[in-house]
């Protein structure tokens, strides 16, 4: 008998619809339903819901479904302030009450924290919150230009997909930033070169807005011409980067003074240039350089070493408070950056040295102190953890993302340190981004 072979579509079981319940909320914010035999995850979903869902993606642990219907709402689901909400994929919670994200987000460090370091009591203190909209000074927005019927699209990526959302505004960036993109886009469609524009960085230092436009190819003197006379216009600092990142150079202003970029934190002054890291939320940033100093409590003889030190964002206002500050960061030109915040400080109490923190060969250099502050990118510090575990100073711990944090106080922990305080920053209001200070000190 001839064996019939069924394609696989045939083989496959219909997925069905299905109403579950929601009952909580992942760290990518996702509705997280336990209703069915395996773990769901319902982007849009609010815990507490009632939602029809269509399953879109099976997975061996768990399935993603698709929000159809929301059968009871949940009374902290809002409407997003935000009309791009839907389909841009920047912001992942304007559907909840500002007001409530971060406990949600706390919840979901509480919980990777005791189940994954079995701690039982976990000294919260006081989060630190920020205006939920408005509060952005940093965002890169893809550009692209669609040749059939002429248009340019500026936005951000979508959740689903690399498309970009068309968007003329954005509320959560400042303001001042939000309202450069729809003039931005009508500059970019009177360009020769409006094809070749692939995206737009916007950045607000404290006393001038920053666009940096980048590009492919060359850009001609005519479009250089309308550049300029827009960023006059509009008054702000315009760069334009080719191909290559270093390739940067600004175009307005021309007298290199009123180039200079800076932040305020702690009545100190920071400059920066385009290419630095700086924290994106200002508010939260002031609040977390004194929630830092506060927590690490120095007396004046003691000493501390700023690990992934950016341009000095920690160790110029610490240097106010310890006897010396050593700054660790691996950019090169970031620590030049750190010593001329320095000297702008009027500090002679700072080293700053370039460092690969991931090579664990070169942790032998750091110096013995009294307090240690790391403030690493998502990936965390797990190769420094084996040195770090043998100091005996305090430790705090600044993080982007949860689960590194957690994974690396395991490794404190083991070593006999003690959580002695925590905290979750919103640095992100509306995004699944949550930040988070802990303090850690040998028992
Ligand atoms: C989250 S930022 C923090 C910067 C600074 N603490 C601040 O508050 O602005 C992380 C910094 O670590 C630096 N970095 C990343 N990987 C590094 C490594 N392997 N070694 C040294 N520094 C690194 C980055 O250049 C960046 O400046």
Known sequence: MAIVKQSKKARRPKLEDAVVEIHGLSHEAQGVSRSQDKVMFVSGALPSETVKVRIEKEMRNF???????????????????CPHYSRCGACQLQHLQADKQLGYKQSNLHEQLTRQLKLTDIPWQSPITSEDLGYRRRARLGVRYRNKVDEI????????????????ACQVLQPSLSKLIEPLRQLITLLHAKSRITQLELIASDHCDVVVMRHLKNITEADQKLIKKWAQDNEVNFYLQGDEAQNLHCLWPIDLESQKLSYEVLGQTLDFNVKNFIQGNAQVNKAMVSQALDWLDAKPEETL???????GNF???????????????????????????????????????VMNLSDDVLHQRLPKVSAVLLDPPRTGAAELMPWLAK???RILYVACEPSSLVRDAKA??????????????????????VESMALFVKK
């Open 412 to 433: 404190l922990i083991d070593a006999g340190f003690k959580l002695k305080k925590i905290a979750v920053m919103d640095m992100f209001p509306h995004t699944k981004h």
């Open 315 to 353: 160790s110029i206002p610490a240097a106010k408070h310890f006897k010396e500050v050593t700054a660790v960061e691996g950019i090169s030109s970031m620590v030049g950056q750190i010593e001329h915040n320095a000297q702008l400080n009027q500090l002679d109490n700072i080293q700053a040295q």
């Open 391 to 393: 100091q005996s100073s």
């Open 305 to 311: 070493l700023d690990l992934y030190a950016g341009i």
């Open 153 to 168: 699209i500026v936005g951000f990526r979508e959740e689903a997909n690399s498309h970009l959302t068309n968007i003329d």
């Open 63 to 81: 399935n993603h479904a698709k929000l159809l219907e929301i059968m009871n709402p949940s009374p902290e689901r809002v409407t997003a302030p």
